[in-house]
């Protein structure tokens, strides 16, 4: 008997049921497969003659859990629990053959399985907690009957996911196999029943569980989610498992409406979106990646391609650099071999395949050679006529700038059609966020083949219109200004990176200047002076510390002062706060959390509908990716735009006009900010375009 009409397929072969779920692109537990695996279960459990069951995912993926799409929508039945509910009550024995994505949803599914069978690369795990939610099927009751409370309380609480290797040292993999299902039909006729939800509670009363406990909470304590799985886990340890799966259910559903939960399955999608309408790229093409450049951007670059398994060669001007190159690029990784990121084989495979050199002629084989030398237009030039000289014709070129105009570097490379911006962020083989700048006369599969690239290495690639800044350092320096008033007006730097980072910032802005360095964005303020509207409010307070020499961190001493192990406000930069206070003869008053965060998202969201009207940003979703995977924006709150719309944007305004009058009246609230506040439509409903910006 063959089903094969839905979303999930029954073969039963001889005496075996072998279950397919199949439904692109990775097995999501849809309304639709949730209903017809149930079907197929009912259809198994009515039969008498079956000896076992097999489950697997078609293609490349097992189940990759509950549909995020959906999970807005009303409930439709069967629930999972439902599902998960007739899979452990089966009275034949049950195999799950896993190869690909097993998570969430879809690793309830398995363990409500007998046994599980996995190829050693499968990933296995309950990362609901990134979405603000606890598992809602059985997840953190199963899971501790499996690998032991402390494991599954780390591995849910932290949303750590297993290689099929760890997850079969650990105990929740019974075999590895690289052909799971071939494996489970030949193991099946042995196992017997061994349902996960009658094993023993594993009882923990040691001291060694109760830390764990106590630091994992510490740990994740600003997410409710994670604190609620890590206490549900606990909870598998006294708790019975009907009573305990009953209490997981509550707390999943009272999670998954949540604000939080919200928004995190708007970054979700929102960051899987951002080349929306973009033909895929063949990326088997692209086996070896130049760098013109082996500073510490082209090193991170490099090491961004090494770790996605490409090939790099590093081109440098002399030995001497090529050896500073070469120590920078090991001393990042030994970093991530250090925090366990990578393993010692594997950063010797990528040290393998990395090659720095002062010969150009090694440029050859690559596919994309990307400019990583100086933030000047002339040595950038330069160095991209050097690249068109020694690559092939079908290469791709590409530019690491932040700001530069990149039609004005595209005369430098003889087919510009190939030719794209990449904005990495420092360090770029950690930070996700990529910008893609096309010049106006880069061409439409350059652009693709560029998403495709970033997505690659792991990264989110968003497309920005050319115009100075982008999208991210555009409202960046709105924002800084911003918040420079609010200083001068009052509110200290810890004041206002205090009132940021309890709204979830990474870290304030204060301490961001301190990072990046206090003398980048005075090079720039310098750069941009005679151009500077001078009626705008000038905050001449960061320029006087540079002119002390202070630029931060590099400096250990800018906005703070890094002598100590906590950070504190520099002596230098207190008094040279109220000496500009008093110069320009403002009375200081106080600002509350809620005036400065309320604030910092106006003057981003009004920059957001600037950049949309512009073209510079295709979309809303795209600025609130920008803005979280590039500066720090909590992921809790979806970014500005959509925090803009849960505000409300008739408040946003006023808040703005506010920030306006705070500037000395310079600018203006963003016309299609103040047109959507009127009709009472959000920025939400505004389409997706395509960014056509030119300067
Ligand atoms: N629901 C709906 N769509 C999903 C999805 C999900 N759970 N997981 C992935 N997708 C979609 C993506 O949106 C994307 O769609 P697109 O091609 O139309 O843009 C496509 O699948 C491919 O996804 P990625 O671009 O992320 O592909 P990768 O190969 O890089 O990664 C993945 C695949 C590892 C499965 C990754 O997508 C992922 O981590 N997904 C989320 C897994 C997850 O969080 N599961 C838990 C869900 S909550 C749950 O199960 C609750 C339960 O306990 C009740």
Redesign the pocket.
């Known amino acids: 008997m063959d089903e094969t009409s839905r979303s999930v397929h029954l073969e039963i072969r001889g005496t075996v049921a072998i279950v397919t779920i199949d439904s692109p692109?990775?097995n999501?537990?849809?309304n639709a497969v949730r209903r017809d695996l149930k079907a197929v279960l009912d259809t198994v459990a009515g039969r008498g003659d079956l000896t076992f069951l097999v489950l697997h995912g078609a293609r490349?993926?097992f189940v990759?859990?509950?549909?995020?799409?959906?999970?807005d929508l009303p409930a439709e039945a069967p629930s999972?629990?439902e599902v998960v509910q007739a899979l452990d009550r089966l009275a034949i024995p049950t195999l799950a053959a896993i190869t690909?994505?097993c998570?969430?949803?879809?690793?309830?599914i398995a363990m409500a399985c007998d046994a599980r069978i996995a190829t050693a690369d499968a990933?296995l795990g309950?990362?609901?907690t990134?979405?603000g939610?606890?598992?809602?099927?059985g997840?953190t009751q199963r899971l501790p009957r499996l690998v032991g409370p402390r494991m599954a309380a780390e591995m849910i609480g932290s949303?750590r996911?297993l290689t099929g290797a760890e997850a079969r040292d650990g105990g929740l993999v019974d075999l590895l196999d690289p052909s799971p299902l071939a494996a489970a039909l030949t193991y099946g006729l042995g196992l017997g029943k061994r349902r996960v939800s009658d094993l023993p509670c594993m009882a923990d009363d040691s001291e060694a569980f109760a830390e764990t406990v106590a630091a994992l909470k510490a740990r994740h304590r600003r997410s409710v989610a994670a604190t609620t799985a890590i206490d549900l886990v606990v909870a598998s340890t006294k708790v019975p498992f009907e009573e305990a799966v009953a209490r997981e259910r509550a707390a999943?559903l009272t999670l998954?409406d949540s604000d939080t939960a919200r928004a995190l399955r708007y970054a979700?999608?929102a960051?899987?979106?951002t080349?929306?309408g973009m033909a895929k790229w063949d990326m088997a093409s692209l086996r070896q990646v130049g760098v013109v450049g082996g500073g510490t951007m082209g090193t991170g670059i490099a090491l961004a391609f090494g770790l996605a398994g490409v090939s790099t060669t590093v081109i440098e001007r002399d030995d001497a650099s090529c050896a500073a190159a070469r120590t920078r690029f090991a001393d990042q990784l030994a970093i991530l071999v250090g925090k366990g990121r990578v393993t010692q084989v594997r950063s010797l495979e990528i040290l393998g395949a990395t090659e720095v050199s002062t010969d150009w002629q090694a440029l050859r084989p690559c596919g994309l050679v990307v400019e990583a030398v100086y933030e000047d237009a002339a040595v950038k030039k330069e160095a991209l006529a050097g690249i068109v000289r020694h690559i092939t014709d079908d290469a791709l070129v590409a530019t690491n700038t932040s700001y530069l105009d990149l039609d004005a570097l595209a005369g430098a490379v003889g087919t510009p059609s190939r030719f794209v911006g990449l904005h990495f962020f420092a360090p770029a083989h950690v930070m996700k966020l990529v910008e893609i700048v096309p010049a106006a006369a880069t061409s439409r599969g350059t652009i693709e083949a560029a998403m495709a690239i970033v997505?690659r290495l792991?990264k989110t690639p968003v497309l920005s219109g050319n115009r100075e800044g982008f999208i991210g350092n555009r409202i960046f320096d709105a924002y800084r200004r911003h918040m420079e008033y609010l200083l001068e007006d009052g509110a200290d730097p810890d004041r206002i990176d205090g009132a940021l980072e309890a709204y979830g910032f990474a870290m304030g802005p204060f301490a961001v200047f301190d990072l990046s360095g206090l003398d980048i964005a005075w090079a720039m303020r310098k750069r941009k002076a005679a151009t500077r509207d001078p009626r705008e409010r000038y905050v001449r307070i960061a320029d006087r510390l540079c002119e002390a020499g202070d630029f931060g961190r590099k400096t250990g001493q800018g906005w703070y002062d890094y002598s100590g192990t906590e950070r504190r406000l520099s002596a230098r930069a207190a008094a040279v706060i109220d000496e500009e206070r008093a110069a320009r003869g403002i009375e200081r008053r106080p600002f509350t959390d809620e005036e400065i965060v309320a604030r910092a998202l106006s003057v981003m969201a009004n920059e957001g509908a600037a950049l949309l009207a512009e073209g510079v940003a295709a979309s809303v979703s795209d600025i609130d990716v920008v803005m979280i995977s590039g500066y720090g924006f909590p992921r809790a709150k979806g970014g500005p735009m959509y925090a803009a719309d849960r505000t409300g944007l008739s408040r946003v305004v006023d808040e703005m006009e506010a920030a306006i009058r705070a500037g000395g009246g310079v600018g203006e609230v963003a016309p299609l900010l103040r047109k959507l506040a009127d009709t009472g439509e959000p920025l939400a409903s505004l389409p997706r375009r395509a960014p056509s910006a030119d300067r």
């Open positions: 692109p990775v999501a537990l849809s490349t993926s990759a859990g509950a549909d995020i799409r959906e999970m999972l629990p690909g994505a998570l969430g949803g879809g690793l309830e990933r309950l990362p609901e990134t979405l939610i606890v598992p809602g099927a997840g949303a996911l999943f998954k979700f999608l960051e899987r979106g080349g929306a997505r792991s």
